[in-house]
């Protein structure tokens, strides 16, 4: 999924640096492969500033480097959860991507994955493209960077930082899925694919005298300061402008496109404290929880959850059910999230290492045990022997998703069926291999009604989601 943040100083802005460095830290759970900065000083049109690295935002971005974005006035940022190219690759797939074009330098940060990035490679490399990696992302920059070049004769003399044009023909060209930052040196833009896939939003930093301080295009709005006011989350096929002179929003791509807004961000990815389609992420996980109890008729002592991502569906569970909420696993906050983790050695070992049991609270206690999803089945096995070493007496699952039988290929890492334990087993299967009493999903129909009830509908926008992983409708045709 990844996580993406830019920011444009208003007028003068000391802290731009530190602000572009805190909204990519509180985008950290949309990706921990990677990370990187990219400025520019809003006057050079062939020079910017980069730190990249791997690992977490506080490894590559530190107090030693980060005054190396002193004096930018625009920055944009990346945190990598790879989903194309090699996995453990170097230091050239860590975004943002720099590319020199025939009218200066222009940076992108993707999130998603370009589910016809195969053809479009193809394309690329027979123009006479030389790649440098194999990500679907490099191709975009590639692809900006031709448009740039065809239509280099009517740019000189004009406004050379604005490329909606160019931007609006070659990610019309391109299919799902994509959510985008594209900076030039002297403004950025915040593109969202016509189905609307990945999130993102635009917001406004507020200084003390009230006057904007800056612009902010984010994935997610928990990344937006505490001084920063939620604008509006980018429309689907909508080109956005984000300058010194303020937000634009400046094309619309495909407006009849069907939506297909990843359901996903609801119910694992999106932090509780976004917004996304009007909706408080919390509140709609609330609601999955409810709309799981009312599907339910388990008799239990208490509800528990794994920690993190379920606790608000177990919160509503429980005042749906009426069945007393205890928290019966400890998180280690030191640990990252398992599953965007890149590979199954390095998710067996957080798992590992991220649950304490509390086993006053788990004895002779028949207990629920709900999570957002069972993907691979790593955490729910880990767990489901850990509660009854500890002496619980029933342990029975309640998944706020319905089980993921189909790979995904919009930007999430489950390429293959075979890796998903609903596709291989049936849920009697995975009862008996997890070693739990009854497992019970959220019906599909209940997710989605869950998810939407709070949508607010208008003459000209009513919502679609990508339910693909769970039903095998795919939003587009994919080639596998
Ligand atoms: O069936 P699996 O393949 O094990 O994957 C599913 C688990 O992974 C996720 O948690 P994760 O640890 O990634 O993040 P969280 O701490 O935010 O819940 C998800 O919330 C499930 O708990
Ligand atoms: N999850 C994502 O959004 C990944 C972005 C891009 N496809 C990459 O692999 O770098
Ligand atoms: S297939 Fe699943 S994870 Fe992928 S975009 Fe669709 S809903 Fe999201
Ligand atoms: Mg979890």
Not at 95 to 122: C, S, W
Not at 278 to 307: F, H, S, Y
Request: hydrophobic share 40%; proline share 4%; charged share 20%.
């Amino acid at each position: 999924m990844c996580g993406i943040f830019g920011i444009v100083a208003a007028g003068k802005c000391d802290n731009l640096n530190i602000l572009a460095a805190n909204g990519l830290a509180s985008l950290q759970h949309r990706g921990t492969e990677s990370s990187g900065l990219v400025g520019s000083d809003g006057v050079t049109r062939d020079h910017v500033e980069i730190i990249k690295g791997h690992g977490l935002v506080r490894d590559v971005i530190t107090e030693d480097n980060i005054s190396k974005m002193d004096g930018q006035s625009i920055i944009i940022g990346h945190n990598r959860y790879s989903t194309a190219g090699k996995k453990k690759s170097g230091i050239n797939c860590v975004q943002p991507f720099v590319v020199y074009t025939a009218m200066g330098t222009v940076a992108i940060a993707h999130n998603g994955e370009l589910v016809d990035a195969k053809q479009k490679r193809t394309e690329v490399l027979h123009e006479g493209v030389g790649l440098s990696t194999d990500t679907d992302s490099e191709l975009i920059a590639q692809m900006i960077a031709k448009a740039i070049a065809l239509n280099v004769k009517c740019k000189y003399g004009q406004d050379i930082g604005d490329i909606t044009r160019e931007l609006a023909v070659t990610m019309s060209a391109l299919n799902m899925s994509y959510s985008l930052l594209v900076m030039t040196f002297d403004r950025f833009y915040a593109i969202r694919d016509p189905f609307g896939n990945r999130p993102l939003c635009v917001g406004t930093v507020i200084s003390k005298d009230g006057s904007p301080q800056a612009y902010i295009a984010s994935s997610e709005s928990c990344a937006l300061p505490a001084n920063a006011k939620l604008d509006f989350e980018v429309r689907p096929g909508e080109i956005v402008e984000l300058s010194s002179d303020g937000i634009k929003s400046v094309w619309q791509m495909k407006p009849n496109t069907p939506l297909a807004m990843c359901i996903f961000e609801y119910v694992y990815f999106a932090r509780n404290d976004s917004e996304i389609e009007g909706q408080q992420v919390q509140t709609v996980r609330e609601e999955c929880g409810k709309t799981m109890a009312l599907e339910d008729d388990i008799e239990a002592d208490i509800v528990g959850n794994v920690p993190d991502s379920s606790l608000s569906a177990a919160i509503g569970y429980a005042s749906q059910s009426g069945i007393t909420y205890e928290p019966v696993l400890h998180r280690n906050s030191y640990v990252g999230r398992s599953f965007i983790q890149p590979n199954d050695e390095m998710r067996q070992n957080a798992i590992k290492i991220k649950f304490g049991v509390l086993k006053k609270k788990v004895q002779n206690q028949r207990i629920v045990l709900v999570d957002d999803s069972i993907v691979r089945g790593n955490t729910m096995r880990t767990l489901v022997k850990m509660l009854r070493d500890a002496g619980a007496k029933e342990v029975h699952l309640r998944i706020a998703s319905p089980p993921v039988k189909f790979p995904c290929f919009m930007g999430i890492n489950i390429p293959t069926s075979q890796e998903l334990i609903a596709a291989q087993k049936s849920i009697p299967e995975i009862c008996e291999y997890v070693g739990a009493d009854s497992v019970r999903y959220l019906s599909v129909d209940g997710l989605v009604s869950s998810v939407q009830k709070g949508i607010e509908r208008t003459t000209n926008f009513s919502p679609g989601h990508c339910t693909a992983c769970l039903t095998g409708k795919y939003p587009v045709p994919i080639n596998m």
